[in-house]
Nanobody
Framework: QVQLVESGGGLVQAGGSLRLSCAAS????????VGWFRQAPGKERERISC????????YYSDSVKGRFTISKDNANNTVYLQMNSLKPEDTAVYYC???????????????????WGQGTRVTVSS
């Protein structure tokens, strides 16, 4: 059974850091592109970062570029999202998702991802 489990969310003050983890079971992440998405209350789900399957190239949305870093640990079948300089507007539920597509991950929209985690909540206080 394919399963993605996010962890690492919580409450942090503005300017602080968190590291989210996305642990996979039932699939080998080195054969998947993995994306991080977030959804704030009353807003649409937003793709914020992804890491490609074939060369681990990465993508960041303008809203997180320079502050967030995505990485993949194939040995532990886990993808991480290091979030620094957090802002109140980063408050959201964060989801990871996986797709077997072999193109650069920036080519894939949320509908292209076939496996999703349950989400982890991040709250940034001002």
């Amino acid at each position: 059974q394919v399963q993605l489990v996010e962890s690492g969310g919580g409450l942090v003050q503005a300017g602080g850091s968190l590291r989210l983890s996305c642990a996979a079971s039932g699939l080998a992440l080195d054969y998947f592109a993995v994306g991080w998405f977030r959804q704030a209350p009353g807003k649409e789900r937003e793709r914020i970062s992804c890491i490609s399957r074939r060369d681990s190239s990465t993508y960041y949305s303008d809203s997180v570029k320079g502050r967030f870093t995505i990485s993949k640990d194939n040995a532990n079948n886990t993808v991480y999202l290091q979030m620094n300089s957090l802002k109140p507007e980063d408050t959201a539920v964060y989801y990871c998702a996986a797709t077997q597509g072999s193109y650069y991950c920036s080519a894939y929209a949320s509908g292209d991802y076939t496996a999703w985690g349950q989400g982890t909540r991040v709250t940034v206080s001002s």
